[in-house]
């Protein structure tokens, strides 16, 4: 048997975590017995309740309980009170696996969507926030597009460039780090023909990708969604926290998009 805080031990013990980490025991006890782990993006309603269905009770998520970074609760309305009962009635032990799996070398999160995307014998350069990927040969963007799209199974594609432009080096980067602070400096340093990465501020990068069309030197853009760039990670871990645990019921939970699309 294995307490709450057994897990937590394991999942810390490679690491020094900052003052302001957001890794913490969000619900639940530290010396609860754990009787099956749940891994998840996010930790909706729907996802915790399956989880319940399968019997576990530890609950690994990516992202936070109440809709902001920090946890805090905006308002104690409908929502923030009865996704509290809820929890409480389902006596579930959630901690968020933010900080930690993004500390991992490479980043699992980058690695997890990297990996399904463009596999070996393509060339990568690894980075802590960020990977360059060398194709074996040229490809154009519409090329490359379909195939994130098929291999993600996304709804939409969002891109920004033309189909017919050759890509060979590409910059990807998971989450919330499509800023162009980030992103652009990277583009003009590694010489990337394309971006792919979770989401950023629409006027920043896309629009440096737009105009770079009419330039000697053209970037295009894929910009995937938040859930859609990290939820490969959190896959890849369950992997790796099942093998760790295997005499434990290991899930992975597939918490989807808030978004619909018409």
């Not at 999942?11 to 010396?31: A, I, M, R, Y």
């Not at 308002?75 to 579930?92: P, Q």
């Not at 017919?164 to 990807?172: A, D, F, Q, S, T």
């Amino acid at each position: 048997m294995y307490s709450v805080q057994t897990i937590l031990t394991y999942l810390k013990q490679d690491f020094s975590l900052p003052e302001d980490t957001v890794d913490t025991l969000l619900h639940g006890e530290n010396h609860h017995i754990v009787t099956g782990i749940a891994v998840m993006f996010m930790p909706t309603i729907a996802a915790l309740k399956k989880a319940a269905t399968l019997n576990c009770n530890l609950i690994l998520a990516h992202e936070g309980l109440f809709f902001n970074h920090s946890e805090k609760k905006y308002a104690l309305d409908t929502v923030h009170k009865e996704k509290e009962a809820f929890l409480n009635n389902l006596s579930l032990n959630i901690f968020r696996l933010h900080d930690l799996i993004h500390m991992y070398t490479p980043d699992m999160i980058t690695a997890g969507l990297t990996d399904v995307l463009f596999p070996h014998p393509n060339q990568l350069t690894v980075h802590p926030t960020y990977t360059v990927v060398e194709l074996v040969q040229e490809e154009t963007l519409g090329t490359i597009r379909q195939h994130v799209k098929q291999t993600l199974s996304l709804p939409v594609c969002r891109y920004v460039g033309e189909d017919n432009h050759l890509v060979k080096r590409i910059g990807i980067f998971v989450g919330y780090r499509g800023n162009g602070e980030h992103v652009i400096p990277k583009i003009v340093h590694d010489q990337l023909d394309l971006v792919i990465y979770g989401e950023g501020f629409e006027w920043e990068t896309p629009e440096y990708s737009r105009d770079s069309s009419f330039t000697s030197r053209s970037t295009s853009g894929i910009v995937l969604g938040h859930y859609e760039s990290e939820a490969p990670g959190m896959k890849l871990f369950t992997a790796k926290i099942s093998a760790a645990f295997d005499d434990l019921k290991v899930h992975y939970i597939d918490s989807s998009s808030p978004f619909s699309y018409d």
